[in-house]
């Protein structure tokens, strides 16, 4: 049974930063694009960023430069380093890899807030 088990959310002050990391379970997630989504109250879950097939790195416009996604294919992990936090920033953080066939995989999801 695959599972994706987010850490690394919590409450910061804007300016701050946060890691958060996901660990995937269940397969290797070694050749398969894994990244980052998130779900701001009231809107709709978006792209934030990504690792591809490659290894080659995507990002949605408001986080360049902020964050910066990595992958370790080793430990069969995705990670997302996020500094100087915005309060538009708060959201939840879904990790998910993507599947060839079927629905992608997705974990639980873990709350940032940031603070004004």
């Known amino acids: 049974q695959v599972q994706l088990v987010e850490s690394g959310g919590g409450m910061v002050q804007a300016g701050g930063s946060l890691t958060l990391s996901c660990v995937a379970s269940?397969?290797?997630?070694?050749?398969?694009?894994m990244g980052w989504y998130r779900q701001a109250p009231g809107k709709e879950r978006e792209f934030v960023a990504s690792?591809?097939?490659?290894?080659?790195?995507r990002y949605t416009d408001s986080v360049k430069g902020r964050f910066t996604v990595s992958k370790d294919n080793a430990k069969n992990t995705v990670s997302l380093r996020m500094n100087s936090l915005k309060p538009e920033d708060t959201a939840i953080y879904y990790c998910?890899?993507?599947?060839?066939?079927?629905?992608?995989?997705w974990g639980q999801g873990t709350q940032v807030t940031v603070s004004s």
């Open positions: 998910y890899a993507e599947r060839l066939f079927g629905d992608d995989y």
């Open positions: 269940g397969r290797t997630f070694a050749n398969v694009p």
């Open positions: 690792v591809e097939t490659g290894g080659y790195r």
